[in-house]
């Protein structure tokens, strides 16, 4: 039973390791940025254009930001 336990105790450990892995290091896209960036890349590559996306309004600010 001790060799069972070892065994998935390692194997959690070793899952835990991979997905902690995975990912970007780079700040998060606003899907403005990201919209702007898939024209860029499909002007590029000479493919059909995206429709322009619009600039977001301004962010409002709600009472329970400065709690988060």
Known sequence: ???SRILA???LLAAMAAVTACGR???LD???EAAVQARKD?????QPLPPEPEKP???KKF????LI
Do not use: R, S
């Open 25 to 27: 290091k780079a700040g």
């Open 57 to 59: 309004v301004k962010d």
């Open 9 to 11: 105790t390692l194997t």
């Open 30 to 32: 606003t899907p403005y």
């Open 42 to 46: 499909a002007e590029k590559a000479k």
């Open 63 to 66: 009472i329970l930001d400065p």
């Open 1 to 3: 039973m001790t060799g």
